[in-house]
Structures are given as structure tokens and as C-alpha cells.
């Protein structure tokens, strides 16, 4: 059973930094792509980052330039290091894995990052 567990969320002033962490098991965590995607009240899920199997990374235009997305192989985790915080960075973010070999996703229960200002 694939579980994706999220934590570091929380409360943060306007300008602030936030680290998320999400523990992965039950896969092969070397196959999967990791990310995390967020998703704001009334708005669509949206990409934040993804983090390749050989470390590559992408970024959504949101996060460009504040937020780092980096994996613990060993740890089979993965990080969202998210500085400069803004009001618009509230939302529920997501962690994400995809397997490239089965292709299937798979999605963690979410936690919530409140930016205030």
C-alpha cells in the first residue's frame, strides 16, 4: 500500500519560510517522479514542482525563484523548502509520486500552508 504522509505545514507570516516534508512507502521510490502540487480555495490544483529520478528539476510559475524542491533517496522523502512567502501562497499542498514504469500517481492527504500578511 502506497502512503504519502505530508508535514511542515502551518501558519506563517508574510515573507517567511516553510519547509514541507513528505515520507513516502510502499514503493519503489527510485522510479518515481516526485512533486507537490497546490491547491487554493476555488481554484484548480496547480504544479509547484516536480523532482526527477535523476535529481532534475521543474518549477510552476509560482515557485520560481523561492521555493526548492530537493529528495532523500536513502529517506525516500521529499522537500519543499519555500521562502519569501506571499498571501497567495495559502493554499493545500499536495505530495505527489508517479511512477514511470506502472504510470500511476499517487497523492498524499495534503497540508495546509496559511501565509499571512
Known amino acids: 500500500q502506497v502512503q504519502l504522509v505530508e508535514s511542515g505545514g502551518g501558519l506563517v507570516q508574510a515573507g517567511g519560510s516553510l519547509r514541507l516534508s513528505c515520507l513516502a512507502s510502499g514503493l519503489i521510490f527510485t522510479n518515481n517522479r516526485m512533486g507537490w502540487y497546490r491547491q487554493a480555495p476555488g481554484k484548480q490544483r496547480e504544479l509547484v514542482a516536480h523532482?526527477?529520478?535523476?535529481?532534475?528539476?521543474i518549477y510552476g510559475t509560482p515557485a520560481k525563484g523561492r521555493f526548492t524542491i530537493s529528495r532523500d533517496n536513502a529517506q525516500m522523502a521529499v522537500y519543499l523548502q519555500m521562502n519569501s512567502l506571499k498571501d497567495e501562497d495559502t493554499a493545500v499542498y499536495y505530495c505527489?509520486?508517479?511512477?514511470?514504469?506502472?504510470?500511476?500517481?499517487?497523492w498524499g492527504q495534503g497540508i495546509q500552508v496559511t501565509v499571512s500578511s
Open positions: 523532482i526527477m529520478r535523476d535529481g532534475n528539476t
Open positions: 505527489n509520486s508517479f511512477s514511470v514504469v506502472s504510470q500511476r500517481s499517487y
